[in-house]
């Protein structure tokens, strides 16, 4: 059964309409307000929200707004969304290193 695109929008945006949240993997990790603070996007909701309060709105903040509308109507991926997010969140300078890139490597590359 095919569900119409309405019926994936987000409840304050159509009431009475159950939210469906939309994952992308790996998450994206943003920087918070607060010192220290992370934040790890990993839906396409989350990601339309931290969109909404940042300060630089360029051309990736931009395509990674329409991205993430596209993803909530079902045309466009999850992974599109997640790709966007994480160009804008670099170009807003919130953009953390991934937890996997922190951390030592076990095995070296010959």
């Given at each position: 059964?095919?569900?119409s ?7 304050r ?10 994952w ?7 920087r ?9 996007v ?10 909404l ?5 360029g ?6 707004v329409r991205?993430c ?9 999850p992974?599109e ?9 670099k ?8 937890l996997?890139?922190?951390s030592p ?5 010959r």
């Open positions: 059964m095919r569900t695109p309405r019926s994936r929008l987000h409840p945006l159509f009431k009475g309409v159950a939210a469906i949240m939309i992308f993997s790996p998450a994206v990790p943003v918070g307000e607060r010192v220290g603070m992370r934040y790890m990993s839906n396409v909701e989350a990601a339309s929200e931290h969109l309060q940042w300060e630089k709105r051309p990736h903040w931009n395509k990674a991205v509308i596209a993803a909530i109507a079902g045309e466009a991926t992974q969304a997640r790709r966007c997010f994480r160009l804008a969140a170009e807003e300078g919130v953009l953390m290193a991934d996997d890139d922190a490597r076990t095995r070296r590359s």
